[in-house]
């Protein structure tokens, strides 16, 4: 049987004391029924709560993930965070390439690409986030975007580091929207992906990536999208935010996966 991932992105949310709460939430939920053996789970706190939530998690089976990297080791780039400094505070995923990262902050699949190079070479697993704009898909533009996204965003991957990548599918129209993509359209989405990783890495390494499905994925909806044959898991943004929203998906998940 598969094992689903779930992971949370807490985006520019929350402070210090809520972040705490939200951890301990989750781990309690998880002290009653430990989830773990179905299912992987991550949360992505902001940089600064990246320590304060590790703490709340201590050893337990939800891993500690960050939402942005910088691709150099260290050196004169004030501001900026990198791959030896989130493992250095627990991380063992980081999200690259997220939409608000591509259209709010600039970033570029070249510069997504160094970090997800980065983020292996510095032994950890990155999440690339793929995923179309609303006038993209309006313009039958879905699945150029998706191949593009993938073919510059892992290029010079070799296929067996692709064990330690996850892709996420987030149509940007979903993020925040409340308007999820249908299960079918995900599922879409998700084989036309598959195929391309299959021409880039073989079939047995594209069989095994886990494709996560991202944008306003909810309690109601997260087992019907998990269901679908290429749909291995979710991220999840606002829902992620309440113990009992994120739960909710969690169990979902470890149901349909
Ligand atoms: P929402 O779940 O809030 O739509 O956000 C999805 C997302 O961007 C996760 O990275």
Known sequence: MRKVFVAGNWKMNLDSAGSRALANGLCQKLADRDLSGTIDMAVCPPFVYLPIVA???????????????????????????????????????????????????????????????????????????????????????????????????????????????????????????GRTASPEQAQEAHRFARGILQEMFGPATAQRIRIQYGGSVKPANAAELIRQPDVDGALVGGASLKVNDFWGILDAAAQAG
């Open 55 to 177: 703490e709340a998690l201590q050893s337990g089976p939800i891993a500690l993930g960050a939402q942005d990297v910088y691709f150099e080791p260290d050196g004169a780039f004030t501001g900026e965070i990198s791959v030896n400094m989130l493992r250095d505070v627990g991380c063992r995923y980081v999200i690259v390439g997220h939409s608000e990262r591509r259209h709010v902050l600039g970033e570029t699949d070249e510069q997504i690409n160094r970090k997800l190079r980065a983020v292996l070479a510095g032994g950890l697993k990155p999440i690339l986030c793929i995923g179309e704009l609303l006038g993209e898909r309006e313009d039958g533009r879905t699945e150029a975007v998706i191949e593009r996204h993938l073919r510059k965003g892992l290029a010079d991957v070799a296929p067996a580091e692709m064990e330690r990548v996850t892709v996420a599918y987030e149509p940007v129209w979903a993020i925040g929207t």
